[in-house]
């Protein structure tokens, strides 16, 4: 990982020996400090929960909103850092893809399993423990799974979470755990391909092909705030195109006669009561007075 700085944290165990973490949080950040924040948070309590040897990675695009600063204090975080959106010394610096960063999470990890999220979601009580437990429903050998899939809900917009089926076959991972194996074995996300979408389903459908499953974690709910940082958005959102055309050239095979290149899947929906009301740890009051609004909204009409 040549060019790449990265900061480790790793826990001994009592014989003074690093224990293998049983599962390595991964995620990327780019200035989204409050909603990063929030996201650890979640993670660690998840992490708790589990009590087991476990792991958070974060790979850092060269934030400068005092991120960096932060993740510098966090003793339990391994941090990557790759610049990918200023100018050194007067030269531009190559904006990489998505599948180039994720990747740099998936190879430090060292968990049997990896948790693949983003920086601006929350987990909701149970999610990583209960997923976990999908791979483990059938511990022989002809097991096969390569990924769970949690349910999740654009909030505070949704009131329903969901999972997405591509092709009518493939459960797509938006937010969920891999087996850290089955990603190495197809060689990890690409990274030439997609420049920011469509990186994802492409590492599913290979898993796929590969031979391996991909399970829905039924019990496994994630929170996303969408606008987070709208004008990080705005700059991902101009390769969603070129992205998708890209999905299909490869996969076309796949596609169904009422498929089209940017709608290819289903849309798998849960209704779940998240009595914990993890949304609270965002930031942001207006948006959490919003959401009370709209609840009791939603309440009137089906009174």
Known sequence: MAGEKVACAKKKGSAGLSERPIVSVVLGTYNRKPFLKACISSVRQE?????????????????????LSWLNNQSDIITVIQHNRRS???????RRSWGYFINLGFRVAAGKYICMLSD?????????????????????????????????????SQSSYSIYQ???????????????????????ADEEAF????????????????????????????EHYREANKS?????QVSLESDSDALQQRWHRYYRE?????????????????????????PGKAARLWHGIALFIVRLLNL
């Open 166 to 188: 591509m092709f009518g076959k493939i459960v797509h991972i938006n937010h969920g755990l891999f087996l850290s194996k089955a990603v190495k074995e197809i060689d990890y």
């Open 232 to 236: 990080v958005r705005k700059t991902n």
């Open 120 to 156: 601006d979601v929350v987990l909701v009580p149970g999610a990583i423990d209960n997923g976990l437990s999908k791979f483990l429903d059938k511990p022989d050998s002809s097991n096969r799974k390569g990924g769970v899939a949690f349910f999740y809900r654009e909030w505070p």
């Open 88 to 94: 050194q010394n007067g030269t531009e610096v190559r």
């Open 258 to 282: 009422t498929d089209t290149k940017n709608r290819f899947y289903d849309r798998v929906s849960s209704v779940y009561e998240d009595k914990s009301k993890s949304y609270l740890r965002f």
């Open 47 to 67: 992490l708790h929960r589990l009590g087991r040897a476990s792991e958070i990675i974060v790979v850092d695009g060269g934030s400068r909103d005092g991120t």
């Open 195 to 222: 420049s920011f979408y469509r990186g994802d389903n492409d590492l599913c459908i290979r898993l796929f092909e590969a031979g391996y499953d991909i399970d829905v974690g039924v019990d496994s709910f994630v």
